[in-house]
């Protein structure tokens, strides 16, 4: 009599393997696009925040807050628990804390630069495929190439 065979063969079995194998490196490899473009929305953010703060400031005060090598009155840094954005006599507060960027390392860090009639922000995009990364991009900012892009927002 013969016996009925149960289980898989050793063939059926890495033919499996394999193709999990390949489904998870595809899956890994789009998850860290996922994870830039969640960054990159992150920034976008909070320079939108940013620029509302300023907004705000020039209302009350007349002018944006000046910056100068001299005496940078930076309000996007420094970021972090307890540091806010505020200025004006009384003081007021625009911003309760001044958010740090998503990495907030080497290039990922946000900029702020202004005379007091207009402003530029920045920050460094990772997802250089991004439909609102700047059309050229700042160079002396951002390294550009395959590694980031600059975003820039500027008073409307």
């Known amino acids: ?12 079995l890495l033919i499996v393997v394999a193709i999990i194998g390949i489904l998870s490196s595809l899956l ?3 998850f860290v696009g996922i994870r830039q473009r969640a960054r990159d929305a992150q920034r976008k953010s909070n320079l939108r925040q ?20 001299a005496a940078p009155a930076n309000p996007v840094a420094p970021c972090g628990q307890g540091n806010a954005f505020q200025g004006g006599s009384p003081l007021n507060t625009y911003l309760q804390t001044i958010p740090c960027d998503p990495l907030n390392a080497g290039e990922y860090i946000y900029s702020y630069v202004s005379d007091g009639s207009t ?13 609102q990364k700047d059309t050229t991009n700042n ?11 600059s975003y820039t927002l500027t008073n409307p």
């Open 50 to 69: 940013f620029q509302s703060a300023l907004e705000l400031y020039r209302s009350d005060q007349g002018e944006y807050p000046v910056t100068s090598a």
């Open 28 to 30: 890994m490899v789009n």
């Open 1 to 12: 009599m013969k016996r009925a065979q149960r289980g898989f063969t050793l063939i059926e």
């Open 119 to 131: 402003y530029t922000l920045y920050t460094c995009m990772e997802n250089v495929a991004d439909s």
């Open 139 to 149: 160079s002396g900012y951002c390294t550009g190439g395959t590694t980031n892009w």
